[in-house]
Each structure stands twice: as structure tokens, then as C-alpha cells.
């Protein structure tokens, strides 16, 4: 009996050790979604340069390998995200489990991003921050800074009139204008002087820093306790230096001048809106000012405003560059299209003034070119990165917890339609009742729970710049060089540098941009 029972006790044990060394896991029964053929260790992930313009290479591979594509190796998963299906389903289907933003040690842990509403992990802190940012930045909300950018348009239409060759610089600053001003309502001069070189200059150390796999310590996080000479440390130390300078320093100015509007009654809770701020206030309306007017007055709730406004800030002016940089190389290339907005904006608005955010339902041809803009080379082509928090399996595919997803709105922008050709230029595609084309606003500004905040303060930004400059200029290539649409590989794509001749369309237009301006 003794001896039987010995028996039984070792089966169960080996019988159990060889559960646990061969368990079947899910995995072993699923495979992985499709991708590149991949080597020992080091899998496939290295057979495409994530840090430069992949997302051609990506959309090519669609027609191989499909909706999805896998990556893999060195421990980390990537899956690309090839069309609008795919996004929907994961994305926005099954948004709790593909909000995350991967974790980026150096850019995350070591210059403090992990604190900004873009990077902050999916969960109840991200949610405070999003729940102010939907307030502040709904379509309602934005309408009291219709005023400031139409008036921030006309000042680039000025800028460009003056220095037309340097119009690069002009529509940067005009970008950067309308989000210093709108976020902390300081006056444009101020923005001038102080705070957009700064942020320039904070933006281009973030972006290459939040692009999958830019430092090797993203992908082996002890390597953030190596000596503190090594260059990509001192990187990440400048990194944080800027980034929290470019946080603290205009979030000290506003808070100083509305907290002396308001001396008396401190902030006040989301419940009770600030009678202060609201009916008299000094300070001019902003992000600031609102959420100043609706959060509890301590520490914690002042920490996450310095790090709300700081991250639309950095987050709003890059994206609405390059968006009129495209339009205006897209004018340059197809003349007949300016020709055709013109003319509308001529027949609507009249030569007499300039158009205002109110006129845009009544001008579609021009909203067809705006949106054409976003769909012909959109400003973040492969979006902003996701990671998976929980195995998954879709359409018959494994996706491991952890994985990098990124959804690559180029290729989604530029899904084959039988009549209009996805790399040309074509508004009509979007007026066209035959044939649907899906409008730009359903990819351009991401998706599910992390879709962009600032979406209809960026739409307005952009229309009013576009419809003002067709109403006044006629852009054109430069004689004697041939212009190529040529965009940048980075995580935010722009023209390349390019000429283009900016002219205005008559006297009475130059007029008209003076008048404007006076
Ligand atoms: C043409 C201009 C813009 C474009 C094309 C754009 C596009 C995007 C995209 C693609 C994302 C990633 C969403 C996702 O993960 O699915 C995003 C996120 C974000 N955008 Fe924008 N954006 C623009 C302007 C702005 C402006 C003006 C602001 C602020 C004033 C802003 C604030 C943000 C923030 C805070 C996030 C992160 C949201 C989160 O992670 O929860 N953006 N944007």
C-alpha cells in the first residue's frame, strides 16, 4: 500500500512538471500574425528601420502579407495595423486593451514625458487628464478662439506678404502663435520672444525620442543605471532639462497672473464654476484660464494643469505645420485646384474681406481641398504608437501582451479607389456621389480613447489659415525648378524644404492683408 501510494505521489509530480514544462499555451496552438521572414533571436524585426518613414514599406508589404504584419525579435513584438478594418477592430473595438502608449525608458522615465497626457499610461490618471482636456478642447469650447485665429491667419498672411521666400518660418510661427496663445493666453509678442524657439527645439528632441526603438535602452531598461557620461544619457538629461522648462516656465507666468485675478477665492471645484474668472478676469481665455476655473485648488489637481497645458503645447503646433506646409506644396503641384478654391471663395465670401471660421460650411470646394490636405500626406502617418495590455487573439492570430501597435494611417489614406488615384491631388474625390471616400477626420486625428484632443481647435487653425491664404495669394512653383512632393521619414512628416513662389492675387488683395493687420 505504502509502496503504491510512493507511486502515485511521483506520477503526479512528473506528470505535473511536465504540464508546467509543456503546457500548451495559447501561443503554442496559435500562430503569429503574418510578417517578414525572420532569423533565430533577432526575428524580423530588424528587416524594416521603424525610425524612418516605414510606413511605404508597410503598406507595400499589405499586398503579401495582408492587413497585419508582424515584427518580432530581441523580445519585443510589433504588429502594423494596414487598414481601416484592422483599427476599428482593435483600436476602437478593443479599446481597453490597446490604449497603452509603449513604454519609452528614455523619453518616458528619463525626461519625464511618462508625465504628458500622450505618453501617460492608460488608466485612472490618464483618464483626470483626459476628462479636463475633452473639456477644455471640446467643439463648443473652441469656438471663443475663433477670434485669435483668424486674427494669428492674418498675421502669417502679412508675414508671407513681406517675406514670401521665407514661408517655412512663417507658417511655424503662425502654428506655434495660435497654441501659445490659446493655451496660456499670453499675448502673441510674448510667444514671440520667450517660449517658441524653446519648444521647437524641445519638440525635435522628443519626436526622435518617441519613435519605437530610438534608443537601445527602450528596448533593455536597465541600461537607464549605466554611468551618467554615456551619450545617450546625457541626451536624456538635456531631454528632461528642456522638456521640464518648456513645462514649468509659461505654466509659472499664467498661473501668477490669473491666480492675482482671482486672488480671493483660490480655484474652484468642477461643481462650482469660478464666478471670478468667468465674469470679469484680466486674463485673456485660454486652456489655462479653464481649467484654473474648474479643478479643486491643491497640489495634485496644479500638477496635472502644469502638465496638461505643457503637453498641448508641445503636442498642438507641429501637426498643424505641417498640415498648411502640405497645402501649400499641393497648390504648387495642381494649379487648376487652387484656381477652382479661389473662385468659390470669390463667389461666396467676395474680394472685400477675408474668410472667417463661419464661412466654411458654405464653401465645400474649399473643405474638399482641407481635406484632401490631411488625406494626401497626413502628419502622422504611422499615428501615434499603442501597446497591447493582454494577450489577444484576432481573425485567428495570436497578439501577445506588450505588443506595439501601430496603425499606419498612410495606408489607410491611401486605399486604392477605382476613380481618383491615391497619390494624386483630387478634392473632387470627396464630392463625388458615386464614389465614397472616407473623410480624412476618421484617421487624420487617430482613434478610440486616445483620438486627439485637440481636433476641432486644429481643424479650425488649419481651415482658417488655408482659406485665407487662397483667398489672397496665388502660390505657384518657382521658375526653372522642378518641385517634387518630397516629405520628411519622421514620426511627424513635413514637406522637404521646397520653393514655391507666393504672390498676392491683386492689389486689392495685398490691400486687404494690410487692412487686416492694421
Ligand atoms: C492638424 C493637427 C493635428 C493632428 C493631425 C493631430 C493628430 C493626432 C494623432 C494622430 C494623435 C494620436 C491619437 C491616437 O493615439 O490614436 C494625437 C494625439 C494627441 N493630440 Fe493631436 N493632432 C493635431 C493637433 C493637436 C492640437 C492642436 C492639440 C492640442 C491643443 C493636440 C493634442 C493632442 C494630445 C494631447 C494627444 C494625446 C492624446 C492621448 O494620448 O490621450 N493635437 N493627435
Not at 88 to 94: H, M, T, V
Not at 114 to 120: G, N, T, Y
Not at 428 to 439: A, N, Q, S, W
Not at 464 to 477: G, Y
Request: charged letters at 20%; hydrophobic letters at 40%.
Amino acid at each position: 500500500m505504502h509502496m503504491m501510494s510512493t507511486f502515485v505521489t511521483s506520477l503526479l509530480v512528473v506528470c505535473s512538471i511536465l504540464l508546467i514544462v509543456f503546457r500548451p499555451t495559447r501561443r503554442q496552438r496559435i500562430p503569429y500574425p503574418p510578417g517578414p521572414s525572420s532569423s533565430p533571436i533577432i526575428g524580423n524585426i530588424f528587416r524594416v528601420n521603424l525610425a524612418q518613414g516605414a510606413w511605404k514599406v508597410f503598406a507595400q508589404m499589405k499586398e503579401q502579407y495582408g492587413d497585419i504584419i508582424f515584427l518580432h525579435g530581441l523580445g519585443t513584438t510589433v504588429l502594423v495595423l494596414n487598414s481601416q478594418k484592422a483599427v476599428n477592430d482593435l483600436l476602437e473595438k478593443n479599446g481597453s486593451s490597446y490604449s497603452h502608449r509603449p513604454v519609452f525608458t528614455v523619453a518616458g522615465e528619463l525626461m519625464g514625458l511618462d508625465q504628458s497626457l500622450v505618453l501617460i499610461p492608460y488608466g485612472k490618471e490618464w483618464r483626470e487628464h483626459r476628462k479636463l482636456a475633452n473639456i477644455a478642447l471640446s467643439a463648443v469650447s473652441v469656438q471663443k478662439y475663433r477670434a485669435i485665429q483668424e486674427e494669428l491667419s492674418a498675421l502669417l498672411n502679412r508675414d508671407i506678404l513681406e517675406k514670401p521666400d521665407d514661408f517655412f518660418m512663417h507658417v511655424r510661427l503662425a502654428a506655434a502663435r495660435v497654441v501659445m496663445s490659446v493655451t496660456y493666453g499670453f499675448s502673441v509678442h510674448d510667444s514671440d520672444d520667450k517660449y517658441i524657439t524653446h519648444a521647437e527645439k524641445t519638440m525635435e528632441i522628443v519626436t526622435t525620442a518617441t519613435v519605437p526603438g530610438a534608443f537601445l535602452c527602450d528596448l533593455l531598461p536597465f541600461m537607464k543605471h549605466l554611468p551618467k557620461w554615456l551619450p545617450f544619457m546625457q541626451t536624456a538629461a538635456h531631454g528632461r532639462n528642456m522638456v521640464d522648462t518648456l513645462v514649468d516656465r509659461p505654466f509659472e507666468q499664467v498661473k501668477s497672473e490669473l491666480v492675482s485675478d482671482q486672488v480671493s477665492t483660490g480655484f474652484l471645484s468642477i461643481r462650482t464654476p469660478s464666478p471670478v474668472l468667468q465674469a470679469s478676469g484680466t486674463a485673456a481665455d485660454s486652456l489655462a484660464k479653464d481649467l484654473f476655473s474648474i479643478v479643486e485648488n491643491n497640489p495634485e489637481s496644479e500638477h496635472r494643469i502644469k502638465w496638461i497645458l505643457g503637453t498641448m503645447y508641445g503636442a498642438g503646433g507641429e501637426a498643424t505645420y505641417a498640415t498648411v506646409l502640405t497645402f501649400i506644396m499641393a497648390m504648387a503641384l495642381y494649379p487648376e485646384k487652387q484656381m477652382k478654391a479661389q473662385q468659390e471663395i470669390d463667389s461666396v465670401v467676395g474680394t472685400e474681406r477675408m474668410p472667417t471660421i463661419a464661412d466654411l460650411p458654405n464653401l465645400p470646394y474649399v473643405k474638399a481641398v482641407i481635406k484632401e490636405t490631411m488625406r494626401w500626406n497626413p502628419a502622422f502617418p504611422l499615428g501615434v504608437a499603442r501597446r497591447s495590455s493582454e494577450d489577444h487573439v484576432y481573425e485567428g492570430y495570436f497578439i501577445p501582451k506588450g505588443t506595439i501597435v501601430m496603425p499606419n494611417i498612410w495606408a489607410i489614406a491611401s486605399e486604392p479607389n477605382p476613380k481618383y488615384h491615391s497619390r494624386e491631388f483630387i478634392p473632387e474625390r470627396f464630392m463625388d456621389p458615386l464614389i465614397t471616400t472616407v473623410d480624412p477626420s476618421s484617421y487624420a486625428f487617430g482613434f478610440g480613447r486616445r483620438y486627439c484632443p485637440g481636433r476641432f481647435l486644429a481643424e479650425n487653425s488649419v481651415s482658417i489659415m488655408i482659406s485665407t491664404m487662397l483667398a489672397v495669394f496665388n502660390i505657384s512653383p518657382s521658375p526653372n525648378q522642378k518641385l517634387e512632393p518630397d516629405f520628411s521619414q519622421n514620426m511627424i512628416s513635413y514637406p522637404k524644404p521646397f520653393n514655391c513662389k507666393i504672390a498676392p492675387r491683386s492689389e486689392n488683395s495685398a490691400k486687404l492683408i494690410l487692412q487686416r493687420t492694421d
